[in-house]
């Protein structure tokens, strides 16, 4: 299938329109339509470079919003024209024992991921969402519930699964206090998923004009993180930290914010390692650093049904297919609320423009 998209040819040269061969659906693969895909700071680092082992041309995009053009012979979860999504993952070795417990993103071979690869066997590349189609075997694609917009559920499958799962492993809900730290594209999903579970949410923020969006969101409370007195006074409070952030930072006060046995989750990815925290603190009261990945198959159903059902999705601002390096730069700002979801009909109008 020939397909026309967006990508980058090196780390220094901005995305431009590009053209492929998606495969033809084999008899367990399903084709879809791209008809939004959200913009993740994953795909910035992918095509500046940034990252070791990026394989160019890129085509990043790993929150996928499509219709379902066409499904081969031995598929049965899905028929020609259903919405569905394809997150950060379209293959894995599927024998592992992560494999089998539902949890591909931890594959002990290596999942495949929707762009940069490398695909299962061949080890060639694969390309992303920033793209009008995409075939994708039948067991990486999950239907999206009746009742969540489509553009506002896209990045749901990257920044919705990476918050919800940590949420639902260390078992936000109910009676317990979760803090989040950071109020950007995962910190802004967090806010709303722990809320929607029950917990009792508080941001942690360097900056004060996030404060009024934050309750918007859910937060019950909002904790400024450069005033020492207010990190102070959250001394042994919270059960669940979720660390979005993805720049270096010293950990210690959040560590001491922890309860007895809470656990501090980083979800975000910084380029260089955080200041090494101290270990007295975690002794003192059985405090646990963790991290987690994404999410597998059967839980981002998973989370996708939840949030239907509690009507969650990410506030996003929608651009044009061509306005992709302009919001490069605006992400690079913060200059988001909160999230781009890219409309993958202006692809479409210009390549049938330039045909």
């Not at 699964?161 to 260390?170: A, E």
């Not at 975000?268 to 990945?293: C, D, N, T, W, Y």
Request: charged share 20%; aromatic share 6%.
């Amino acid at each position: 299938m020939h397909a026309h998209a967006y990508a980058a040819q090196s780390g220094a040269t901005p995305l431009a329109p590009f053209s492929f061969e998606r495969r033809d659906p084999g008899p367990n693969d399903v084709a879809i339509d791209i008809l939004f895909c959200g913009v993740c700071h994953s795909d910035l680092h992918t095509a500046r470079g940034e990252w070791q082992g990026v394989m160019f041309p890129s085509v990043p995009g790993h929150e996928i919003i499509g219709r379902v053009s066409a499904v081969g012979a031995q598929v049965s979860k899905f028929k020609e024209g259903d919405l569905v999504g394809v997150g950060c993952m379209v293959d894995s070795c599927q024998h592992c024992d992560p494999c089998k417990r539902g949890l591909e993103q931890y594959c002990e071979v290596g999942m495949t991921g929707t762009y940069n690869g490398p695909e299962q066997g061949t080890g060639a590349n694969t390309y992303g969402g920033y793209s009008d189609k995409i075939t994708v075997r039948q067991e990486f694609v999950l239907r999206l519930p009746d009742g969540l917009d489509p553009a506002a559920a896209a990045p749901l499958l990257c920044a919705g699964i990476t918050t919800y799962s940590p949420l639902r492993h260390w078992n936000a809900g109910p009676g317990k206090k979760v803090g989040v730290v950071g109020l950007g594209g995962l910190g802004h999903m967090a806010v709303k998923l722990a809320h929607a579970m029950g917990a009792e949410v508080t941001l942690f923020t360097t900056s004060p004009g996030k404060e009024d969006d934050a309750r918007r969101l859910g937060a019950s409370h909002v904790v400024l993180s450069r005033d020492p007195e207010a990190m102070a006074a959250q001394a042994r409070t919270f059960d669940l930290i979720i660390n979005t952030v993805a720049v270096p930072m010293d950990l210690d006060p959040y560590i001491a914010a922890l309860a007895l046995d809470g656990t501090m989750v980083l979800v975000g990815a910084p380029p260089e390692a955080h200041k090494s925290p101290s270990v007295f603190p975690l002794l003192m009261a059985r405090r646990s650093i963790a991290g987690s990945g994404i999410g597998g198959i059967p839980e981002t159903q998973e989370m996708l049904d939840f949030c239907a059902a509690h009507g969650v999705v990410s506030d996003i601002e929608i651009i044009p297919m061509q306005d992709i390096e302009a919001a490069y730069a605006r992400m690079l700002k913060s200059d988001v609320k909160y999230r781009f979801v890219i409309d993958m009909q202006s692809l479409k109008d210009e390549a049938a423009r330039a045909a």
